[in-house]
């Protein structure tokens, strides 16, 4: 499958369109910042990674509008304190200009935190993320409870970079947010890239947790497989009786690959089309508050 194949295969499944909770958009000084990172993979992961959508704003929007992507995210993340008001503030304004994008914010452990989430919520966030390993903090730090009990009152989804991929952090690995959950069992947490590599892992606090999803973020793609994110055939038969707590995440536009290649890694799996509507739309529609 290409990128033009893709309208064609999500009407043959029914659907209106794509729902990708996992997409980024940040000011544009800090995404030349993750351009740049990423322009060193070799150095942080051992493998090139050519952003294949590192492109200008207005067309990256475009390409999302093209593929059928009828909502996303723009999901921002700080590395120290300091950041989280202002880039979700810079979230919330992206998303009011943007059709199809979803407010987003973030937050990081500091003692404005709880205030400022409050804030975001106040103003029609409907969706957060948490970046363990950029940020290299302990979800478990006390600074984050009023937030994360904030956002599991509200029923607001939060996308949490947890799992040790593609390079292990201070405090990746489901143990932490296991603790987290245990405190706010309520919490919506969608564990970013399905929590790689601890994938079996994760699945288990999902079995736990009823507000808790997990999206498919580079997973089953030939990329992540060669650089050891491969799944067992027991974990793709695990996460086909998930269906209702699978999303479709794609990490669009920093990618290094075409976007078809996330769907196409779905559809090989062979869970069925009432999978891949559930995946592809329903679930991400459901977490998202986006009609039908």
């Known amino acids: 499958m290409i990128d033009a194949d893709v309208p064609a295969w999500w009407r043959r499944l029914g659907l209106p369109g794509l729902v990708d909770v996992h997409t980024h958009f940040l000011p544009a000084p800090v995404m030349a910042a993750v351009w740049r990172y990423f322009a060193d993979a070799e150095q942080h992961y051992g493998t090139a990674w050519p952003i294949h959508y590192q492109l200008p704003e207005p067309e990256r929007v475009r390409i999302l509008g093209e593929l059928g992507v009828r909502a996303f995210t723009a999901l921002v993340y700080p590395h120290k304190p300091g950041m989280a008001a202002w880039l979700s503030e810079w979230a919330r304004g992206f998303a009011a200009t943007t059709p199809g994008c979803v407010a987003s914010g973030t937050f990081f452990p500091e ?13 029609g966030t409907r969706v957060f993320k948490a970046h363990v390993q950029v940020g290299g903090y302990d979800p478990r ?10 956002l599991a009152e509200a029923g607001v989804p939060v996308v949490v970079h947890c799992g040790s991929g593609p390079v292990p ?17 309520r919490l919506t947490a969608v564990i970013a890239h399905a929590g790689l590599p601890e994938v079996d892992e994760h699945i288990a606090l999902l079995r736990r947790h009823p ?23 027991s974990t793709v038969a695990a996460l086909g009786d998930l269906g209702d707590r699978v ?38 529609a459901r977490l998202l508050g986006v009609a039908g």
């Open 111 to 123: 003692p404005t935190a709880g205030a400022y989430v409050r804030s975001a919520l106040e103003a």
């Open 211 to 233: 507000n808790v999803h997990l999206d498919t973020t580079m997973v089953g793609t030939p990329f992540m497989d060669a650089i050891g994110g491969a799944l067992t055939p």
């Open 247 to 284: 999303v479709l995440g794609t990490d669009f536009p920093n990618i290094p690959y075409p976007y078809a290649e996330q769907l196409a890694a779905l559809d090989a799996w062979g869970h069925g089309d009432e999978w891949l509507r559930a995946v592809c739309w329903d679930n991400g």
């Open 141 to 150: 730090d006390a600074l984050l409870d009023p937030v994360w009990g904030q």
């Open 169 to 185: 952090g201070r405090h990746t690995g489901p143990g932490p947010m296991a603790a987290v959950l245990g405190r706010h069992p």
